[in-house]
């Protein structure tokens, strides 16, 4: 879950890849903020009054492991989103992207670093 201010769309692709990598479903609760919201007695009242009638315009929704919306992203309105969550799913997933078995042959693959100063480690 990620309760956050980012309401641009490349946060909306960075939560799906979020979860085709992790491989989980993952529910994105960002804020609405209106120009309201701030106090009437700020000293920056000027600065204030010059912002949009949404500071922030939400973008709340649910992804599932595939990185596909359950919800989409709700913009401009406060809600309660709801998505009965299918919870076989992000095992299921890791057919399409396994973000480590392919490297996990210790069978095949080694890591050795050569450090001049103290010699090979593995």
Known sequence: MSPN????????????????????????ADMIIRRSSYPSDLHEIDAISRLPEFVCRGGSCIIDPYGHYLT???WDKETII??????????????????VGHY??????????NDKSRGVHE
Not at 7 to 19: K, M, S, Y
Not at 82 to 99: F, I, N, Q, R, T
């Open 5 to 28: 201010t980012n309401d641009n769309p490349e946060w909306q692709a960075t939560i799906q890849h979020i979860a085709i990598e992790g491989k989980c479903y993952f529910v994105n």
């Open 72 to 74: 989409e992203p709700v």
């Open 82 to 99: 709801y998505a009965e969550l299918d919870m076989s799913l992000p095992a299921a997933c890791k057919m399409e992207h396994d973000v």
């Open 104 to 113: 996990a042959r210790p069978d095949i693959l080694e890591l050795k670093i």
